[in-house]
Each structure stands twice: as structure tokens, then as C-alpha cells.
């Protein structure tokens, strides 16, 4: 009798669900280095109208970087913040900012407490448009995709204990794709 329900319950805690995978580069203040990276991010939005659409932003993101004279690393971490609907802004794209929490990926997680904070904003552009209300009507679908073109910028602060410096801080920016779930019910 409750395996009936089951489809509605994954499709509702499906709903602002979004896998993303960008490339970005930017440098660090202090040394002048160059870097390069290729950031994949899972997240979802709770609340707005329709629900999913908006409001609280949780996720988590993982990043391979390369620094100019100093190699590669991976890195994992954790984001809350907020954003507006996709088209929220002139009906062109929305808004969307976060603090982010995480680590160096090591043997260790935080090894010798080293970690780094991170504050950004992305601007997601929707590559597909809502349907309107008279389409909806005469097919309703539970769940349904939406692409977006995400630019984003942020600014990153390293706590790293092995390193020189034990404070570096970064300014960077870059460009992902991202592909939502949202539902017509709601």
C-alpha cells in the first residue's frame, strides 16, 4: 500500500536537486600565482514557489586545482547560502551566493587543521524556458529538467599549515553548467 506513495516522495525530495561540473581559473593575492581548476557541485534549494525554485542553497562540492610552482590538489567541502529563481532577474537569469567550508582531500581530512573558506556568487542563466500556465494544463509532468549556464565568482581563504604562507587568499572566477530538477505540481 505505501509503495504507491513512493514515486510521489522521491519526486518531491527530488525537487531543486541540481548536479553541476564548471572549469575556472583566477589567482592567489599574495604570491601571484595562477590557478586553474574544475569544480563538480551537487546542491539543492529548499523553498520558493515552486517549491525548489528558490531560497536556501546546501551543497557540496568537490575541486581539482593546479597552482602555478606549487602542483595539483583536490579539495572537498560544504556550501549554504541562498538563491532567487533562475529567471528572477528580467526574466534573464537569477542570483545565487554562498559561504563554503572545506578541506584539502589528503590522507587525513583536516590534516595539521588545515582548511579554507570560501564566499561566492553565481548568476545562472536558464538555457530552456518555463513553460506557461495553458501547457502545463495539458501535460503536467512530476519531474522535469532544467539546463542553466552558471558564470560565478568568489574569493577563497586557505588555512594551510605545510605551505609558507599560512593564510592565502584567492580571487577566482569561472563558468559551469548545471542541470536541475523541478517539478509542475508545485
Known amino acids: 500500500?505505501?509503495?504507491?506513495?513512493?514515486?510521489?516522495?522521491?519526486?518531491?525530495?527530488?525537487?531543486?536537486c541540481a548536479g553541476e561540473l564548471g572549469v575556472g581559473g583566477g589567482a592567489m593575492t599574495e604570491t601571484g600565482h595562477a590557478v586553474a581548476f574544475g569544480r563538480s557541485t551537487l546542491s539543492t534549494r529548499l523553498g520558493g514557489v515552486p517549491i525548489g525554485d528558490s531560497?536556501?542553497?546546501?551543497g557540496?562540492?568537490?575541486?581539482?586545482?593546479?597552482?602555478?610552482?606549487?602542483?595539483?590538489?583536490?579539495?572537498?567541502?560544504?556550501?549554504?547560502?541562498?538563491a532567487t529563481p533562475s529567471d528572477a532577474v528580467g526574466g534573464w537569469f537569477g542570483v545565487e551566493g554562498y559561504g563554503e567550508?572545506?578541506?584539502?582531500?589528503?590522507?587525513?581530512l583536516f590534516a595539521h587543521g588545515d582548511k579554507y573558506f570560501a564566499?561566492?556568487?553565481?548568476?545562472?542563466?536558464?538555457?530552456?524556458?518555463?513553460?506557461?500556465?495553458?501547457r502545463v494544463n495539458d501535460s503536467t509532468w512530476v519531474l522535469k529538467y532544467r539546463l542553466e549556464l552558471v558564470p560565478?565568482?568568489?574569493?577563497?581563504?586557505?588555512?594551510?599549515?605545510?605551505d609558507d604562507?599560512?593564510?592565502a587568499v584567492e580571487v577566482s572566477g569561472g563558468i559551469a553548467f548545471?542541470?536541475?530538477?523541478?517539478?509542475d505540481l508545485f
Request: proline share 5%.
Open 60 to 82: 557540496l562540492a568537490v575541486e581539482g586545482r593546479g597552482e602555478e610552482r606549487v602542483g595539483s590538489r583536490f579539495q572537498a567541502g560544504a556550501l549554504v547560502g541562498g
Open 178 to 183: 548545471r542541470y536541475r530538477l523541478v517539478s
Open 119 to 134: 564566499f561566492g556568487a553565481g548568476f545562472p542563466f536558464p538555457l530552456d524556458r518555463r513553460r506557461d500556465v495553458a
Open 152 to 162: 560565478f565568482v568568489r574569493t577563497l581563504a586557505y588555512d594551510l599549515h605545510d
Open 1 to 16: 500500500m505505501t509503495l504507491r506513495f513512493l514515486p510521489l516522495a522521491v519526486a518531491f525530495f527530488a525537487l531543486g
Open 101 to 108: 567550508f572545506g578541506t584539502p582531500l589528503r590522507s587525513t
Open 55 to 58: 531560497g536556501l542553497l546546501l
Open 165 to 167: 604562507l599560512t593564510l
